[in-house]
């Protein structure tokens, strides 16, 4: 059973969805600044540090706790639909996620569409990671990671490092990856009534059209669920079981298994798409990050 906070969080976020109803879609520069002021403000452990670095001409931030276990590392992709999300929207996440990992973590804040479509993001995700590396980063100790779109882009940079001959991360850890921007899993309508947070294919076409206005949307950089799953590193998917993305991930399981990869499948009873998001509000949030970490910890 979910907690009280847990539910108390959902019946908020039901409260907002209700008031909004039947109201006209916010301008995009609004839908900014609502999203960076619900999450920017959550609550962030006193003890990481955060240093702006230009990642290979892309903003990005190390994310460092007290304790670092070696060189091990984690190279972070915020989600937001590739249309919202910055480095102040996710910091309460990745700074838990680095502390349970004992890791240092690089918080990378890539471009975003309509301004900059595909490939802007996946270019900004490759140019971030091959600085890592030219900058005494080892991806044999480096992990990659993101939720939502950024779960997406971190499949899909994999996917790319192994089609051009590049060394890849030890392991990939994405939470909620939005995979398919088709919108062809039946989960997609199924659960379009049980995800607080996406509420089914409406409220996510307009990024769809934002993000992959220059390549068909089966792309399997932009929707890897239609990619090739041979020889990607091993990897951990989280998803809640309420989720309108849920099939996005067990479709990628499934290749991942077809392909004879390694992959670990952990599906969340009764949370939300991302309820990470609710770390310092929610035990939930809390401890999948701390599974997350875990799993990253063990193989870097």
Known sequence: MPSDAYNAALAAMKERMAEAAGAP??????????????????????????????????????????????????????????????????????????????????????????????????????????????????????????????????????????????????????????????????????????DPLLAGADALSGMVMAYSATVEATHPYVSPVFGTFDNLPPMMIQVGTEEVLYDDSTRVVKAIENANGSVEFRPWQDMMHVWHLLAGVAPEAEEGIAELAAYIAERT
């Open 25 to 194: 879609p916010p301008d995009l520069a609004t839908t900014r600044a609502g999203f960076e002021q619900g999450y920017s403000s959550m609550p962030i452990p006193d003890e990481v540090s955060f240093e702006p670095v230009d990642a290979g001409g892309v903003a990005a931030e190390w994310v460092t706790p007290p304790e670092v276990v070696g060189n091990r590392a984690i190279v972070y992709l915020h989600g937001g639909g590739y249309v919202v999300g910055n480095l102040n929207t996710h910091r309460h996440v990745v700074s838990r996620l680095a502390l349970g990992a004992k890791a240092r973590l690089l918080n990378v804040d890539y471009r975003l569409a309509p301004e900059n479509p595909y490939p802007a993001a996946l270019d900004d995700a490759m140019a971030a990671w091959q600085w890592h590396l030219a900058n005494k980063g080892e991806a044999a100790h480096t992990a990659i990671s993101g939720d939502s779109a950024g779960g997406g882009l971190a499949i899909a940079l994999c996917m790319r490092l192994r089609d051009e001959g590049l060394p890849q991360p030890a392991c990939a850890a994405p939470i909620s990856p939005w995979t398919d921007l088709t919108f062809s899993g039946d989960s997609m309508t199924e659960r379009a009534d049980r």
